[in-house]
Nanobody, 126 residues
Framework: QVQLVESGGGLVQAGGSLRLSCAASGRTFSTSDMGWFRQAPGKEREFVAA????????YYRNSVKDRFTISRDNAKNTGFLQMNSLKPEDTAVYYCAATIRSNTGTINSASTYAYWGQGTQVTVSS
């Protein structure tokens, strides 16, 4: 079992930066793939970024490539999403998620992830 708690969201002007953190409890986090998803009002939840259990591979949706960076520190059971050059269209609730174990499915699909945090609001003003 893994419990996830996000932090670091807030209000920022366009062009600004935020760093989201995802604190995990439970013994399996270091062997789980981790992802970030977001959901804007009235829209479906969408994939943002993912990282494999050992940090060896990262994946991004096209609209955030070169602006967002996903990382993790397994020694501290924490994942991160560094978001730079934020745009108003990045406004959403951001969720971190973890798989039961690595390589259990399509890494950019929400259905692959068994554990979810409660979400943190990111608002980007124009």
């Amino acid at each position: 079992q893994v419990q996830l708690v996000e932090s670091g969201g807030g209000l920022v002007q366009a062009g600004g930066s935020l760093r989201l953190s995802c604190a995990a409890s439970g013994r399996t986090f270091s062997t789980s793939d981790m992802g970030w998803f977001r959901q804007a009002p009235g829209k479906e939840r969408e994939f943002v970024a993912a990282i494999t259990w050992n940090g060896g591979n990262t994946y991004y949706r096209n609209s955030v490539k070169d602006r967002f960076t996903i990382s993790r520190d397994n020694a501290k059971n924490t994942g991160f999403l560094q978001m730079n050059s934020l745009k108003p269209e990045d406004t959403a609730v951001y969720y971190c998620a973890a798989t039961i174990r690595s390589n259990t499915g399509t890494i950019n699909s929400a259905s692959t992830y068994a554990y979810w945090g409660q979400g943190t609001q990111v608002t980007v003003s124009s």
